[in-house]
């Protein structure tokens, strides 16, 4: 009897039956953008310029090219013109009080009597350090608030803070705490350049603390 190789022997394993047959790898159809934390079409992960990303969908393509869209403009401008931040949002420095929600935050702290009273003390030191060309000043909104408590002790919001060396910022070394009438004083002697005479009543002031 001749062996047939076609016919399956008895105790011969049925070779076809062991061939495994691997399914071929389908190309992905969406890929995970790292930045925007969720999957998009392959498509979306190519620029303009026909390069291929795989982690950045094709959103943040202006943001490496260092631009970002800014609502007030209708355009995309360059990120050094948006506000500093984390999240610099959607409006630059020149639109974000319409644009970026600046004006409902500014409305917000005024109607707290307390922040709006610590915002103008500042902003006083702050008028006083251009008059004297000292800017930026060396003091936060809290440390003025806080020198301010030691002599306004009843909250009254008549006193603000001014330099004792107008050559110099106002610090919390530099500085003394004078009421309005008195800065009203004060104010007329830089005008007329009388410096020393400032000093001087500063110097009072100072010490009759």
């Not at 070779?15 to 392959?42: H, N, Q, W």
């Not at 709006?116 to 008028?127: C, F, G, H, P």
């Not at 603000?160 to 002697?189: F, G, W, Y």
Request: proline share 6%; glycine share 8%; hydrophobic share 30%.
């Amino acid at each position: 009897m001749c062996f047939d190789p076609k016919i399956p022997q008895p105790g011969t394993p049925n070779m076809a039956s062991e061939i495994t047959v691997g399914e071929a790898a389908l190309p992905a159809k969406a890929r995970f953008c790292v930045k925007c934390k969720d999957y998009f079409p392959v498509a979306c992960f190519v620029g303009k310029d026909g390069t291929d990303d795989a982690t950045l969908c094709n959103r943040h393509e202006p943001a490496k090219n260092g631009l970002r869209y800014c609502r007030g403009c209708g355009d995309y401008v360059a990120l050094n013109l948006f506000p500093r931040g984390s999240r610099p949002g959607y409006a630059c420095r020149k639109h974000v009080n319409v644009h970026g929600g600046g004006r409902e935050i500014k409305q917000k702290r005024m109607n707290d009597p307390i922040k709006k009273r610590r915002t103008w003390q500042w902003k006083m030191a702050y008028d006083d350090g251009k008059k004297f060309k000292q800017i930026p000043i060396g003091m936060c909104q809290q440390e003025i608030e806080i020198e301010i408590n030691k002599v306004d002790k009843q909250g009254t919001g008549n006193y603000v803070m001014m330099p004792m060396d107008t050559r110099k910022p106002i610090t919390t070394e530099n500085s003394v705490v004078v009421t309005l009438e008195e800065r009203k004083v004060l104010m007329k002697l830089v005008n007329k350049q009388n410096i020393e005479e400032y000093t001087r009543i500063l110097l009072e002031i100072q010490s009759a603390y």
